[in-house]
């Protein structure tokens, strides 16, 4: 139970905000149970009505959750800072922590700002960029997807967020992936939605998990179609037809795909609710993989009412992304060498893959996925072996950033990292292992 003196107030917003001050600054852990609302009501001397509506603002914002009999306890990483940024990495360290594309597969910027127009856009013009829209719709049209309704966003999270907003009020279930990226385990409960983890192997969301977290009703699944962070999962075609099956079992439920790194993934397009067989779907193109991180731009495809929501509340509040931002993406993309860059970095970033994945595999240790360029490597122990690691040289991020109830194990970022490189690390790592006796082979 938590302490007397971590609870406070005399009204409802009072209390509610000093239980929240205390799940942030780690006075009260994922599932510790509250006091009940007549021993708060008692010990703060207000009333029991006071307490229950504290109790349902801190619901709504999916900080807590009510278990019957168990009581009201706090969700599971109700938290953000379970997810901070990694720390810096010195000097003299490789650093595979970062998430990052390899810079110098991206396509250059500097021919891109010579060419743009010069244009300055102003109040009342069109949101989206002509160019860029037709660019998206062309993308989503060669891989089968729909490309009706369409909206620019500020990047993938952008977009997953002003879906989600679309549809969902606070209190309300999102499906996530476990393990699963940082930024969607942190966007859920800030947008006052609870999550339930389903748990993602090589082919990404395992069918019977998601059937079992459908019947709680959840409103919304975030899903990622390939190069799925942290895993490296990518949907097949089965796949991708067996979950179909399933969310046609519970068609209500808002299907968001994020294929947030596109044709760079190494791995064939294949979608759930592209096609738009479904009421509430959308599908989220990002080009910050492809371009650049800093070229914070996505584009939306949906059901009507999903996109037209979306734009109106974006409209009521940035207005529309930046047209520059647009205008130097279109005209990259409308380059006639980016094609072949794009697809030089899809290579690499395949061959640097294997690489690793058979370095690793020399020393019994089993890397799953075959998209994108993260790996997730199992541990035994996540926290002391990446502290081994940086110890030895090179940095990498400790699963807990990206998973709920899934196993340990390590992000490693090898966009960058050569075959020669990927033998070092699978040695280091390697020995490791076996120098702890967590029984990996000699």
Known sequence: MVEEAALSGGTAAEIAVSVEGAISGGRLAAGERLPTVRELAARLEVSPATVNAAYRTLRNRGLVTGAGRAGTRVVEHSAPAARRLAAPVGPGVRNLADGNPDPSLLPPLRPAFARMSGKHWLYGESGAAPALLDWFSRDFAADGLTAQYLAITGGAMDGAERVLQAHLRPGDAVVVEDPGYGGVLDLVPALGLRPIAVPVDADGLMPDQLERAL????????????????????????????????????????????DHAGVISGAAAETIAGTGDFPRWAVIRSLTKTLGPDLRLSCVSGDQLTVDRLIRRQQAGAGW??????????????????????????????ERRQALVDALGGHGITVTGRSGFNAWVPTPSEGAVAQALLARGWAVRAGESFRTSSPPGLRVTFASLLPSEAVQFAETLGSILRGDGWGYPA
Request: glycine share 4%; hydrophobic share 45%; net charge negative.
């Open 215 to 258: 019947e709680q009703r959840p409103e919304a699944c975030i899903l990622t179609p390939r190069a799925q962070n942290p895993t490296g999962a990518a949907l097949t075609g089965q796949r991708a037809a067996d979950l179909r099956e399933v969310f046609r079992r519970h068609e209500n439920v808002l299907v968001i795909e994020d």
């Open 321 to 350: 992304v930046s047209h520059l931002l647009q205008e130097l993406a279109a005209t990259i993309l409308a380059d006639s060498a980016t094609p072949s860059l794009l697809a030089a970095a899809r290579d690499a970033y395949g």
